[in-house]
């Protein structure tokens, strides 16, 4: 098992080794980008798998 990023609790994009989650669970791969849900932040995180950058998914237009 290797970390691929995100190796300490909290929140935070940027580069693999800075990015922070917590509690993620659900996973999915798709255009060359992987989608976790990172469950205890309430966010969808995208990871380029090409570079290991991580942000958070906005997801505009949604009303509560």
Do not use: W
Not at 30 to 42: F, I, K, P, R, W
């Amino acid at each position: 098992m290797t970390t691929f990023c995100g190796s300490t609790p909290g929140h935070a994009d940027g580069p693999a080794a800075a990015a922070r989650f917590r509690e993620p669970s659900g996973l999915a791969v798709a255009g060359g980008n992987l989608y976790v849900a990172d469950t205890n932040n309430h966010a969808i995180r995208v990871v380029t798998l090409a570079t290991g950058d991580v942000a958070t998914l906005e997801l505009r237009g949604l009303e509560k």
